[in-house]
């Protein structure tokens, strides 16, 4: 676990910095491939521009909105260390906020331009996953996302902080591990599958298809409930089974490829 870096003593959290490159590294990837699908390089540039600032807005709004009632409780540990607690609030990422909101962004600049939307959506889908595996990596240095109580192989001992005590209790589950792996072979084989002209939202439902599985299964193995519980299933678990329909749509439509 390393939640910050210190750079002429100010703190960096890990999380961003994994973000950051993870979106660097999957913004090269995808303008690498743009001519598969049509779009040009400065294009999909700017597209990606727009989803960048839904993509803050979506996941940061989502996650400080799961952690109010935590930061509630926890208020004598923020008012003994506000600066901290702050870049912590502010410094996590849920997913699927960020997906949402990225895909509005997208969307926008489609609209605004008058451009078609899926080739946007078939080029950004395949390098989704190798963001997302960057971020989880992150997750894990910063000590978010924590698994379940597990005493097997891999499981990993996290060092006590004042704002998730519970976290160094017992060892834990490498949950971030797992998906972050999980999501570099979804990467590869969307990579791959999309190397040949799909019809227009095949990649994209492919990967949805693949994602709402992967994160059902690993939800499983999360130890933390910053993200809500309800009846047994989690905020991720439900958003997952909504947009299960939508991937098998885009997958399974007869729209000829353009």
């Given at each position: 676990m390393l939640p910050y870096i210190y750079i002429f003593g100010f703190p960096i959290p890990m999380y961003g910095l994994m973000a950051i490159a993870g979106f660097a590294v999957s913004l090269i990837m995808a303008?690498?491939?743009?001519?598969?699908?049509?779009?040009?390089?400065?294009?999909?540039?700017?597209?990606?521009a727009y989803m960048v600032i839904g993509i803050i807005i979506g996941a940061k709004l989502m996650y400080f909105i799961t952690y109010i009632?935590?930061?509630?409780?926890?208020?004598d540990v923020f008012m003994a260390h506000p600066w901290e607690v702050t870049m912590i609030v502010f410094g996590g990422f849920v997913f699927y906020g960020g997906l949402i909101g990225g895909a509005l962004g997208v969307m926008v600049y489609a609209k605004q331009f008058k451009l078609k939307l899926m080739p946007f959506a078939d080029a950004i889908a395949p390098v989704i996953p190798l963001f997302h595996a960057f971020g989880r990596i992150g997750c894990f240095l910063g000590g978010c996302c924590y698994g379940i109580e597990y005493h097997g192989p891999f499981a990993v001992d996290f060092p006590y902080n004042d704002l998730t005590p519970e976290l160094s209790e017992v060892t834990r589950?490498?949950?971030?591990?797992?998906?972050?792996?999980?999501?570099?072979?979804l990467f590869a084989f969307l990579y791959v599958y999309s190397r040949k002209e799909r019809k227009p939202g095949q990649t994209l439902g492919i990967y949805l298809l693949c994602y709402t599985v992967i994160r059902t299964v690993t939800e499983v193995f999360r130890g933390d409930i910053v993200r809500g519980v309800y009846g047994g299933i989690s905020t991720s678990q439900i958003i997952s089974i909504l947009l299960l329909p939508l991937g098998l749509w885009l997958a399974l439509r007869k729209d000829k490829a353009e």
């Open positions: 303008l690498r491939r743009s001519q598969v699908y049509g779009i040009s390089k400065q294009d999909l540039g700017f597209a990606s009632p935590k930061l509630i409780m926890k208020w589950f490498p949950v971030q591990l797992m998906e972050s792996g999980l999501n570099f072979i």
